[in-house]
């Protein structure tokens, strides 16, 4: 494999090392940057509402909080007549969750990834991909490793977490929430409304 300066492809191919099952935040971490247009931690989402944003069946998102693979942060069902309200970062970790499983991902090894992106700030999950061999989870932070993961047979497939956030985004915009301290219903946006937001944050 051809070399870049004084590091190997093969030496930083092992710098992607799999997901460890316990201690899922240790390791070097960015400063926790916010990015532009993140949603509100003041909004949760009933359940109907998380899964047309995530793309998964009601049935999952109710196995997933009782087993306790995605349990949503803000609020827990207590009882009949209570309902579960979930973040922007839930929906996120439910939309992954279903990729993961979707190519063959196993129980195991999700449930490492999904207590690594809760490990994470949120501002580290838009600049990660995740990638898998099938047996092992990578977290890849940078364009080179992820090349030298495929190069050197390990990556099969791969999730860009960013490109997942401006799914959810994007559906959530348009999709009914609730303040956490009010219970007043959010606006709802316009798809055309939310184009002009983009291309207006895009001039700044």
Request: hydrophobic share 35%.
């Amino acid at each position: 494999m051809s070399s870049t300066g004084d590091i190997t492809a093969a030496e930083r191919a092992r710098t992607a090392r799999p997901l460890p099952a316990t201690d899922p935040g240790a390791g070097l971490r960015r400063p926790d940057v916010v990015p532009p247009g993140t949603p509100s931690e003041d909004v949760g989402y009933r359940g109907p509402t998380a899964c047309a944003a995530a793309g998964i069946t009601y049935r999952q998102l109710d196995y997933w909080a009782r087993t306790g693979l995605v349990e949503p942060t803000v609020r827990s069902a207590h009882g009949p007549g209570t309902q579960r309200l979930y973040g922007f970062r839930d929906i996120l970790v439910l939309k992954i969750v279903k990729r993961l499983l979707d190519t063959g991902v196993s129980l195991q090894n999700i449930r490492i990834a999904v207590a690594h992106l809760r490990g994470r700030g949120i501002g580290d999950l838009a600049g990660m991909t995740l990638m898998s061999d099938g047996a092992s989870v990578y977290e890849c932070t940078s364009y080179d490793e992820v090349i030298d993961l495929v190069q050197g047979g390990q990556g099969v497939f791969g999730i860009a977490v960013g490109a997942v956030w401006r799914e959810v985004e994007g559906s959530l915009a348009q999709l009914q929430g609730e303040h956490t301290d009010t219970g007043e219903p959010t606006p709802q946006v316009h798809p055309g409304d939310e184009l002009a937001r983009r291309r207006r944050d895009r001039a700044v």
